[in-house]
């Protein structure tokens, strides 16, 4: 049976002989950590499978006060004969699949020649066994990350409970490391710690962030879990704030899930949008770079401008303004960059066409695909270019999209100063607001049998 939460990307790599052996035991545990994410991803339940289906959050809180493994990231919830609430640990619940990846990850630690990566198979091999997830985490979150091949394997992120968010699915990824010198991410981390301290937000306000950074850019081997259902382009760890106070913050770029998502989704859909003769005078290496570029500025923007209580001042629009929030300055880096000298002016035209335009016309139409987990960024988006529309700085005429790239970087700037005061000191009524002003789906609308068309098929 074909195994739905596993994705294997084929490619020839120059590998010793331990490094291949090595390689297939890891791609054998996320195998199993897919057969995890199977039995826990439910998406007719808002707990998923974490929780009994009866049961409301107010009970689980009242029940956590005799036993608090209940809110537990790392245990399931159930009820006995007599209705009564119990938890069952992970390493119990999912203890076949579990015991193989303990087997395979203790065979796996003595071929690497890494000793971070050797260190991490030893506790991922434990934590299988004894629960300690939250252990490997840290022990992850504190090693320098610059090893050859890399694993990433365990319950992470709450995404999928939408009953308490607390609850981590399994997922994985396996990688090599990429180019990372010719996309130089230390060079946007000055720019970006440089754009802080010119902030008057973040001059005067006691800011929760941390500067040490590591940027892997990495070429997919294998994904698992949440990561194999809708593969991401960009991650960044942890969440945390006081995770990320302690060990700084890790950004994972995924070149070949960009390259995939981008080539299948993104690129198609703006060659049927604007005029086929700017991006058909441009290489396909310089096409997939600038992608690159672009989910990387977007993550380590995220990752580097932090304020205090957005997410209790914001409530349930925090996710989306700051999504945006992150991809605003992210192009707000690029700019910077073009007046070094590190990217010329197409360069950022196409950073701003793939974000502002490709992903607001993709991230819309692939929901078919896709589902609610990306309805947070396609309302930032759509947010986005109705205020460009307003602007001037892009149109729609005879089912195009034209572009005023001056206007467009205008319109940027400002955008970027009214979401970095919401993410500032906003309220959830003053995110409402604006939302409310600009969250418009009706330009969409020309274009739906078109896109539909390109992405279905129909």
Known sequence: MKNTYYK?????????????????????????????????????????????????????????????????????VKRDKDGNLFSV???????????????????????????????????????????????LENYWLSIDGANKIDLQLAPIEPYMDGLLSIKHAFQGTLRISGDRKKFNPDDYISVIS????????????????????????????????????????????????????KYGTK???????????????????????????????????????????SVMMHEIAEALIKYPNSVKRLKDMYIPVKELHASLMGAKVASFHVLKGVLDHKDYKLLLLFRFVGRTFSDYFSRVLFGKAINHYVRGYTVAFNYFLKNGAVGISERR??????????????????????????????????????????????????????????
Not at 40 to 68: A, L, W
Not at 214 to 237: E, H, T
Not at 265 to 272: F, N, S, Y
């Open 401 to 458: 999209v034209w572009v005023n790239y001056p206007k467009l970087f205008s319109a940027v700037d400002s955008l970027s100063i009214i979401f970095d005061r919401l993410m500032a000191e906003g309220s959830f009524e003053d995110a409402k607001k604006l939302f409310k002003k600009y969250e418009d789906y009706s330009f969409y609308k020309p274009f739906e049998h078109k896109i539909s068309k390109l992405i279905l098929g129909k």
């Open 8 to 76: 294997e990307y084929r490619k020839t790599i120059n590998l010793s002989s331990k490094e291949k052996e090595l390689i297939v035991l890891c791609k054998k545990m996320l195998k199993e950590c897919g057969n995890i994410y199977s039995f826990q991803v439910n998406s007719s339940f808002p707990g998923c499978n974490f929780y009994p289906r009866d049961v409301s959050s107010k009970e689980i809180i009242k029940h956590s006060k005799k036993d608090k493994d209940l809110l537990s990231p790392y245990t399931v």
């Open 251 to 293: 950004i994972l770029i995924y070149t070949d899930n960009i390259r995939l998502r981008e080539e299948k989704l993104t690129l198609p859909i703006l060659t049927a949008l604007i005029s086929p003769e700017f991006l058909g005078s441009i290489s396909k290496d310089r096409i997939f770079d600038n992608l690159v570029r």
């Open 194 to 245: 440089y754009i802080n301290t010119q902030s008057n937000y973040l001059r005067n306000k006691t800011v929760r962030r941390n500067d040490q950074v590591s940027v892997r850019i990495d070429d997919c081997l294998a994904l698992a879990g949440d990561q194999a259902a809708l593969p991401a382009r960009g991650s960044n760890y942890p969440n945390d704030i006081e995770k990320v106070k």
């Open 89 to 135: 640990l992970y390493s119990e619940e999912y203890k076949e699949s579990l015991s193989k990846i303990s087997q395979l990850a203790k065979k796996a630690y003595s071929l690497s020649s890494d000793k971070e990566l050797a260190t991490y198979l030893k506790k991922l091999s434990k934590a299988c066994l004894d629960n300690s997830w939250e252990d």
